[in-house]
């Protein structure tokens, strides 16, 4: 069994800034992709940024420039560095670990959330 721990979610005012942790602990040989993905009501969950094992890293357009997201797979740790959060980066944010176990196979696990709240 894997587990995906997010941390980090508060409350902030709009330009502030938060960085969200993500932790991966149990039965895993190696990380390949961290996912985060966020969830507001009414919207469509969104895939906010990816990072692979090997620091290739993409970030949607909605983010990008503001936002930075890290890997440290010996450690199975990320993070997303979030910067001038604005209303609209208002959501829970879910952290996801492609991941091989220590039985060799390839899965993703994902965490409970952090709620993320921008305003003022």
């Known amino acids: 069994q894997v587990r995906v721990v997010e941390s980090g979610g508060d409350l902030v005012q709009p330009g502030g800034s938060l960085r969200l942790s993500c932790a991966a602990s149990g039965r895993l040989r190696s990380i390949n992709v961290m996912t985060w993905s966020r969830q507001a009501p009414q919207k469509e969950r969104e895939v906010v940024a990816t990072?692979?094992?090997?620091?290739?890293?993409d970030l949607a357009d909605s983010v990008k420039g503001r936002f930075t997201v890290s890997l440290d797979s010996p450690s199975r740790t990320g993070s997303l560095q979030m910067n001038d959060l604005q209303p609209e980066d208002s959501a829970v944010y879910y952290c996801?670990?492609?991941?091989?176990?220590?039985?060799?196979?390839?899965?993703?696990?994902w965490g409970q959330g952090t709620q993320d709240t921008v305003s003022s």
């Open positions: 990072i692979t094992s090997g620091g290739g890293a």
């Open positions: 996801s670990m492609d991941v091989v176990t220590t039985w060799a196979t390839r899965r993703s696990y």
